[in-house]
């Protein structure tokens, strides 16, 4: 079952349970992934499991944002649904890697490129970016490169 036919099947699931919050991020999930299948540059029509998985991690990163902005603000309500918003939709991403686990591939991706020094990030971050698609964030593999190239 590929990721557009799970979440339509966990949509009528939360809607039967009742489930608002659930309800309303797979909506949204089912939304972003309708756009991404009918988009002008998707002449197949089809939705691929890692372009599937590129939206699910920029939901979760738009999640996470907007529940920083609001615990600023004071505002736990909205917090906590974003929050909910996020876990549900980690649910459906592939199993992150450890920290451990990450820097052992960066480590490979510097001896293969020959990188030396932090001018040679960009080299480093498209390999591992790849290799790591959907297993890791970006932002914490970025963390990773930066402590060890500088």
Do not use: W
Request: proline share 1%; charged share 30%.
């Amino acid at each position: 079952m590929n990721y557009f036919e799970q979440i339509n099947a966990d949509l009528k699931a939360a809607m039967l349970a009742r489930e608002t919050i659930k309800t309303e991020t797979l909506r949204g999930i089912k939304k972003e992934f309708l756009e991404a299948k009918t988009a002008k540059d998707n002449p197949s029509g089809e939705l691929s499991d890692d372009k599937a998985i590129k939206i699910l991690q920029k939901m979760i990163k738009q999640r996470r944002e907007a529940a920083e902005i609001y615990r600023g603000q004071g505002r736990v309500d909205l917090y906590d649904n974003e929050i909910a918003e996020a876990s549900y939709i980690e649910h459906y991403l592939p199993a992150q890697l450890s920290h451990e686990e990450i820097e052992n591939a960066v480590r490979a991706a510097i001896t293969a490129t020959g990188a030396a020094d932090i001018k040679d990030m960009g080299k480093v971050m498209g390999i591992v970016s790849k290799q790591l698609a959907g297993k890791a964030e970006g932002k914490v593999i970025s963390e990773i490169v930066k402590t060890l190239l500088g």
